[in-house]
């Protein structure tokens, strides 16, 4: 097939290309820097304009997974602006280009994230949940990303949104974030520790999409996350055992609402999330305990440092 991706270039982006790449599929990748396409992204092809690929060669899927990212700075009205335009006025455009093709793609995959459904404490959250009665900034950017994205389903295109955990993989993603202050010695909860924290491997968001990708009657929502939901307590001990250092100075809630703002709902809101509709779909897990995914990670950074 031939494949068109947004965001390419990061942390999923890149492995989803290695996987299809060794498929044999054909990649193009939509790039601000197209020139560094092939090189990052398993020999695909980059194009700075969607409209530098011709009509009469439309990719046969799309799989959206643009968006700067939403937890590196505080949210200051600028830098929602940032992550509005990056994903969805991003997908608002790649839509509508998609309905300008003479040949639609089969399928637009299109990334989310968890971050859907609010800080919701103690409820027990799958694909069929409604979103929250009262909407942080997170999860009000994500409803409009989906939004964006079934924009594409009145033009006969197959639709499939996953709501994506925070990843760990190795050299990137949420321990990369986690690693120095752990490293300190300063490594612990945060808040109270009881908020529950998805989680999901990096081969688990690779495998799904794969799956949801070769499965044509996959369509609607499915949660890209672990099913082994773990509160934060529980996260920070397996992290800290994992890398063994101590994880005894946690966090107060006070302390990261001061510092972070309304972002502050990342480290603190709790998600328990359960992936229903993935499983119902035929998708396996190959990484569900955290331990053990902890420790293929950890593995696979000692292996790439000797190397």
């Not at 100075?249 to 480290?267: D, N």
């Not at 998600?271 to 950890?298: D, I, K, N």
């Amino acid at each position: 097939m031939h494949i068109l991706l947004t965001g390419g270039t990061g942390l999923i982006g890149r492995a989803l290309c290695a996987h299809w790449h060794a498929q044999g599929h054909r990649l193009t990748v939509w790039s601000r820097q197209p020139e560094r396409v092939p090189a990052l992204c398993a020999g695909a092809q980059g194009v700075a304009h969607l409209t530098d690929i011709a009509p009469d060669d439309a990719p046969d899927v799309v799989v959206n997974l643009a968006g700067a990212p939403i937890a590196d700075r505080p949210w200051t009205p600028a830098r929602r602006r940032l992550l509005w335009a990056s994903r969805v006025a991003l997908t608002d455009e790649l839509v509508g280009w998609m309905g300008q093709l003479p040949r639609k793609p089969q399928a637009l995959l299109s990334a989310s994230a968890v971050g859907w459904y609010g800080d919701r404490q103690e409820q027990e959250l799958d694909e069929n949940s409604p979103p929250p009665a009262v909407a942080d900034f997170g999860s009000t950017l994500c409803q409009a990303w989906e939004a964006a994205a079934l924009r594409a389903q009145p033009l006969g295109v197959r639709v499939a949104l996953l709501r994506i955990a925070p990843v760990l993989a190795p050299q990137g993603g949420m321990l990369a974030r986690l690693r120095l202050p752990f490293w300190l010695g300063l490594g612990g909860r945060l808040g109270s520790g009881a908020q529950w924290m998805p989680w999901v491997h990096r081969d688990d968001v690779v495998g799904l999409f794969d799956h949801v990708l070769h499965q044509s009657t996959c369509q609607g929502v499915y949660n890209a996350c672990a099913p082994g939901a773990v509160r934060n307590a529980e996260f920070t001990q397996a992290l800290a055992a994992a890398w063994h250092r101590p994880a005894i100075l946690p966090a107060p809630a006070w302390a990261l609402r001061l510092l972070l703002g309304e972002m502050a709902v990342l480290l603190l809101g709790s998600q328990r999330v359960q992936p229903q509709s993935t499983a119902q779909a035929g998708y396996s897990f190959r990484h569900p305990e955290l331990g053990a995914a902890l420790r293929q990670v950890l593995q696979q950074d000692r292996t790439s440092a000797q190397g």
